[in-house]
C-alpha cells in the first residue's frame, strides 16, 4: 500500500469470501487505494485481501468559506415538514452523499423520488443508494418511520452514467504526438466533466459543449490545432437529460 498507516475495519459480510470494510483514517485519503491489503493481526486460513471497489467514498472536512456559503443559503428556503429544501437538507447530510435532485408526485401523490450521486459526484453504489433509502424511508408504507414525513412514499435512485468518447484531429508541434500530450488531454477533460456534474443538482439538463472540449485540448503545450471533434461519434453538443450525468470514456486522435 502507498500509505502503510492507512487501517480498515470490516463492517459486514456481503457474500462469502467477500466483505465491506471501512477506512479508519478520516477524509478522503482512503478513496485513493485499491489494491492488496494485508491484516494487523494474524487470520487464520487467510492468504490474500483485495481492496476492488470504493462503495461510499469518504470526504475531507468542509471547508470554512462552503460551510458559510451554505449557511447563508439556508436562509433562502425554509427546511419543514418533507419541503423539497428539508429532502436536501436531509439527504444531503448522509454520509456518503453528495449532491440530490428532489423530484416531487413523480409517481402520484405523496411520492417523492431522491436521485442522488456520491461525494466525488459520481454515479451511487448500490449500498449508498440502500443506506439513504433505509435512512430516509425504508418501508416505503406511508407510515413515517425513516426521516420521511407520514404520508409520503420516497424512492432513492441515482442516476444514469452516459459515456462521453470524443475524438478530434490534432495538428501538433514538431516533436509532440499524442502520447505526450494524452494524460494532460485526460485530465482537463476529465475536470470539465466534473465542473458539469457539480451543477447537476440544480440543473434539468447537462450540456457538454465541444467547444469547451476543444479550448481545453488547445491550451496544452504541444497542441497547434484541433477539429472536427466529436463525441459518441456526432460532431454536436452531447445533451443529458434529467437523471443523466457524464462519465469519460476517453479521448483519440482522429487524424
Known amino acids: 500500500m502507498p500509505n502503510s498507516s492507512i487501517t480498515y475495519i470490516v463492517k459486514k459480510i456481503i457474500t462469502a469470501g467477500v466483505y465491506q470494510v471501512e477506512c479508519e483514517t478520516v477524509g478522503t485519503e482512503g478513496n485513493h487505494y485499491l489494491g492488496t491489503i494485508i ?12 481492496l ?19 449557511y447563508l443559503e439556508s436562509f433562502n428556503d425554509k427546511a419543514f415538514g418533507g419541503n423539497i429544501r428539508d429532502y436536501l437538507t436531509k439527504t444531503n447530510s448522509i454520509n456518503g452523499v453528495g449532491a440530490t435532485k428532489v423530484t416531487p408526485v413523480w409517481n ?5 423520488k431522491l436521485t442522488i450521486l456520491d461525494t466525488q459526484y459520481n454515479k451511487a453504489s448500490d449500498i449508498l443508494v440502500d443506506t439513504v433509502q433505509q435512512e430516509i424511508d425504508p418501508t416505503q408504507d406511508h407510515t413515517g418511520v425513516g ?27 514538431v516533436g509532440f504526438d499524442m502520447s505526450i500530450i494524452q494524460a494532460q488531454a485526460d485530465e482537463l477533460i476529465q475536470d470539465y466533466l466534473l465542473s458539469l456534474k457539480k451543477t ?10 465541444i467547444t469547451q472540449i476543444e479550448t481545453r485540448l488547445l491550451s496544452i503545450t504541444g497542441v497547434l490545432d484541433v477539429s472536427n471533434t466529436s463525441i459518441n461519434g456526432v460532431t454536436d453538443n452531447l445533451t443529458l437529460t434529467n437523471y443523466e450525468i457524464p462519465a469519460y470514456g476517453g479521448l483519440v486522435d482522429d487524424s
Open 39 to 50: 491484516p494487523i493481526d494474524f487470520i487464520q486460513g487467510l492468504q490474500t485481501a483485495e
Open 52 to 70: 476492488t471497489d470504493i462503495l461510499i467514498p469518504a470526504q475531507d472536512e468542509e471547508e470554512t468559506e462552503t460551510l458559510r456559503k451554505r
Open 108 to 112: 402520484g401523490g405523496g411520492t417523492v
Open 147 to 173: 426521516l420521511a414525513p407520514i404520508g409520503h412514499v420516497v424512492t432513492v435512485e441515482t442516476v444514469t452514467e452516459i459515456p462521453v468518447n470524443i475524438a478530434t484531429k490534432f495538428v501538433f508541434d
Open 200 to 209: 447537476w443538482a440544480g440543473l434539468t439538463t447537462l450540456v457538454v459543449r
